[in-house]
């Protein structure tokens, strides 16, 4: 296990709890997007974000393992209520991505921007 890997708020039952995307614009960071949702419940999206650069487990000289930084579990503005199922899909623009979350019980869907600036704004569809 990453070091401070532990205690990500994932459901571990759930569909598909866990996503993690790369941090545009900086290669050794990624996002680890978790999901709180057990069926029929809706749950709550958290963000932790993974430092490559930190020999976490590793001995110098061998590579660096990696190492979760706090704080840690972030919940993601306006991703509450959100049905189990989660996606990460690339931009467009080739450098940002997109996380794809369902509001629980409905047919509207959350598109959040994930790029640089780190304020993950939401664009909210319903069908």
């Known amino acids: 296990m990453m070091p401070n890997g532990a205690g990500l708020t994932a459901n571990s039952s759930s569909n598909q ?3 993690i ?9 990624f996002y680890i997007f978790t999901n709180t949702a057990s069926y029929p419940a809706g ?11 930190v020999f976490g487990g590793s001995v110098f000289p061998a590579p660096a393992l990696g190492d979760v ?10 991703l509450s209520n959100r049905a189990e199922g989660m996606i990460i899909i690339p931009h467009a623009n080739g ?18 921007l ?4 780190h304020t993950f704004p939401s664009i909210i569809t319903s069908e």
């Not at 995307?21 to 050794?28: A, I, N, R, V, W």
């Not at 749950?43 to 650069?53: A, F, L, N, Q, R």
């Open 43 to 53: 749950g709550t999206v958290s963000i932790d974000t993974v430092d490559m650069k």
């Open 21 to 29: 995307s790369p941090k545009p614009g900086d290669s050794t960071m």
């Open 69 to 78: 930084k706090n704080p840690k579990n972030g919940a993601v503005a306006g």
């Open 17 to 19: 709890p866990v996503v």
């Open 95 to 112: 450098t940002d991505y997109w996380l794809i979350t369902q509001q629980n019980s409905s047919q509207n869907f959350s598109a959040t």
């Open 114 to 117: 994930i790029d640089k600036t």
